[in-house]
């Protein structure tokens, strides 16, 4: 073809258009919620091994030269990267500091061509130790908020979040709603103390799934038609 013509995005000044790169780091996590699916395909599988430091590394590599070659192709205007490191649950990898502080020393040979927002997917559920320790490396957060958690780790999650907050993080709760009556209201809960807490949060309806939790109730799916 002679002369083609690309076509490109409106610039919309409140919604900066970005390239996303989504990295499923690892798959194995720290929870085993019964409405996530295990396995290879599934959003968990406990009995796969986290991937190597090294591999992570060269991940790094080939994602960044895929970015850099992909960027020299916008307008000045439009480089923006954004790197989503997610799983499974990220945070669990057992060398997500030296990964985190990878991308950001890998980043650097790139850093004036385009622009990096790093943020990760996770269910927040990790003690102030690692979250201290990643927070520096972190530009947003995405946090999910399971109502099949134990009560320690309901404390635990809102800890951390608050804590985020605190830290001037980006930051927003997806709440998982579970059918289940009882989990329902929990997820009601956590939906006020999130409003209470100036949090910025979105209730997810949850797919159907197979077993016995099924699909949801009429008085539960007015509630979603009133939000």
């Known amino acids: 073809m002679s002369n083609p013509v690309t076509l490109e995005p409106a610039i919309d000044p409140n ?45 790094i590599d080939f994602a960044f030269e895929y970015a850099d070659a992909y960027m ?26 030296e990964i985190l502080q990878a991308v ?22 990790v003690t102030k130790t690692k979250l201290t320790s990643v927070l520096p490396l972190i530009d947003e957060f ?23 907050k605190n830290a001037n993080k980006r ?16 997820a009601q809960a956590m939906i006020k103390w999130l409003t209470d807490n100036d949090i910025k949060h979105l209730p997810r ?3 159907s799934w197979p077993g016995q939790y099924g699909t949801y109730g009429s008085a539960q799916v007015k509630w979603f038609e009133n939000l």
């Open 15 to 59: 919604n900066r258009i970005t390239f996303l790169l989504d990295w499923e780091l690892t798959l194995k996590c720290n929870l085993d919620c019964d409405y996530c699916p295990t396995g290879t395909y599934g959003g968990h599988d406990k009995s796969t091994s986290h991937p190597p430091l090294t591999d992570c590394l060269r991940t």
């Open 72 to 97: 020299s192709t916008k307008p000045r205007g439009l480089r923006y990267v954004v790197l989503n490191v997610y799983g499974g649950e990220s945070l669990h990898h057992p060398n997500i500091v």
């Open 104 to 125: 950001k020393e890998k980043h650097q040979s790139y850093q004036d061509r385009w622009h990096l927002t790093v943020t990760t997917t996770t269910n927040a559920v």
């Open 142 to 164: 995405t946090v999910s908020y399971h109502t099949n958690n134990t009560e320690k780790q309901k404390q635990q999650f809102k800890e951390n979040l608050l804590s985020l």
């Open 171 to 186: 930051l927003k709760c997806i709440v998982l709603m579970h059918n289940q009556p009882e989990l329902f209201e929990d």
């Open 205 to 207: 309806q949850l797919d």
